[in-house]
């Protein structure tokens, strides 16, 4: 009896797997996703250490989560932090074949959550007054610099924006260079 149990459990979540099909809008974001992070990676010298979303039914969310090598202060990491989220913001408003499955459209920074950590080269958290992580937090409306603090073992407010004073920073300071 258990051995058929077992059985039957087994082949019900084999044919799960193998009758699974990735949806077209996760097939498309998907798309989107990988051919931007190729580009911006290398550019950017960022590596991409997580992913997902929400995309029930339809794509409500991305999420990107990166590791950065670099030694940056909060102008930099808004910089840089600025430049990845236009730039998926850009590429899913362009893509009008992915348009009918957003959950809004035009997607705004609100539709990604987006997190880039700053190792040293023994792989800790940056510190020393370096940016240690960068994040958007949805819920808040705010980018959060943080830095972080060996003795601790926990990370410091450096500062925090909205998302819209980072970009008009950063636009300003295009225009005047």
Not at 114 to 124: C, L
Not at 165 to 177: D, G, N, P, R, Y
């Amino acid at each position: 009896m258990w051995v058929t149990k077992n059985i039957l459990v087994f082949s019900f979540l084999l044919s799960l797997l193998c009758g699974f099909k990735q949806p077209m809008h996760c097939k498309l974001s998907d798309k989107i996703y990988f051919a931007y992070n190729k580009e911006m990676c290398k550019r950017n010298r960022l590596s991409l250490v997580g992913k997902g979303g929400a995309m029930m039914g339809d794509i409500q969310q991305v999420d990107a989560f990166y590791d950065s090598y670099e030694r940056l202060n909060v102008e930099e990491a808004r910089r840089l932090f600025v430049d990845v989220a236009e730039g998926y913001i850009s590429r899913y408003n362009q893509n009008e074949e992915v348009r009918p499955y957003l959950r809004n459209y035009p997607v705004t920074i609100d539709n990604f959550r987006i997190r880039i950590g700053f190792e040293n080269e023994n792989r800790q958290h940056m510190d020393g007054g370096y940016v240690a992580l960068v994040s958007y937090i949805n819920a808040k409306r705010r980018i959060f610099y943080s830095g972080y603090d060996h003795e601790t073992k926990k990370f410091t407010d450096l500062h925090e924006e909205s998302y819209e004073t980072a970009l008009e920073i950063v636009q300003q300071e295009k225009s005047a260079s």
